[in-house]
């Protein structure tokens, strides 16, 4: 069975401030994905990474797939409050009914 | 926002009672899911369709039916409730049913079972 282990669980940390939060498998992923979830609603895709070693930004978010694509890593720069949400990620293998998903990171950014 | 709507948004019910969650979508979209959201966990595949009358199981499918008889309708059927089925469930559509294609989800349904 695939798993996907996602690090910190919870997260709180002061407005400004840099933060990575950690997903790892032992398994390899044709594609990973990253979604923030707000409270009382759906997640919504930030980023799909297919390429190992790959990286990817959006705005003070940066993404990187593992050179191995069996981790990935969310790093956030000068975290504001409306970063504040659960991140999950995602690992897929051939098609979308074979995706597995983290339990997710609780991020608290505080003002 | 892609357009896709849950129904009913909370529900409470008891053990044993048949429970059934609807998913629509304006999208026109050809792949549906349905996914359950517990802590711990994060998100589980339970049934998915890839067209009208189309459907097959995901990961936790035990206890639960579907049934896709338009393209825009999707429904997810309990059909005697668990107090192990109390969860969140988000339903999720997409285009191509590609491992890199956009999910885009619904609201969400809080279902609790007494």
């Known amino acids: 069975t695939q798993l996907l282990e996602q690090s910190p669980q919870f997260l709180s940390i002061q407005e400004g401030e840099n933060l990575t939060v950690y997903c790892n498998s032992s398994s390899v992923f044709s594609s990973l994905q990253w979604y923030r979830q707000e409270p009382g609603e759906g997640p919504v895709l930030l980023v799909t990474?297919?390429?190992?070693?790959e990286v990817k930004k959006l705005k003070r978010l940066t993404f990187q797939f593992g050179d191995a694509r069996k981790d990935s890593s969310l790093h956030i720069t000068a975290a504001q409050p409306g970063d504040t949400g659960l991140y999950l990620c995602a690992g897929a293998g051939s098609s979308a009914s074979k995706i597995i998903f983290g339990s997710g990171t609780r991020l608290s950014i505080r003002p | 926002d892609a357009g896709i709507t849950q129904s009913p948004r909370h529900k409470v019910t008891e053990t044993g009672t048949p429970v059934t969650l609807r998913c629509h979508q304006t999208?026109?979209?050809?792949?549906m899911y349905w996914y359950r959201q517990d802590p711990g966990h994060g998100l589980r595949l339970i049934h998915y369709?890839?067209?009208?009358?189309?459907?097959d199981k995901g990961e936790v499918s035990d206890g639960y039916s579907v049934s896709r008889s338009k393209t825009e309708d999707f429904l997810l059927t309990l059909e005697s409730a668990t107090s192990s089925q109390t969860s969140v469930y988000f339903c999720?559509?997409?285009?191509?049913?590609?491992?890199?294609?956009?999910?885009?989800f619904g609201p969400g349904t809080r279902l609790t079972v007494l």
């Open positions: 999720a559509i997409s285009g191509f049913g590609e491992a890199t294609d956009t999910q885009y």
């Open positions: 369709s890839y067209g009208v009358k189309d459907t």
């Open positions: 999208e026109n979209h050809r792949y």
């Open positions: 990474v297919v390429t190992g070693g």
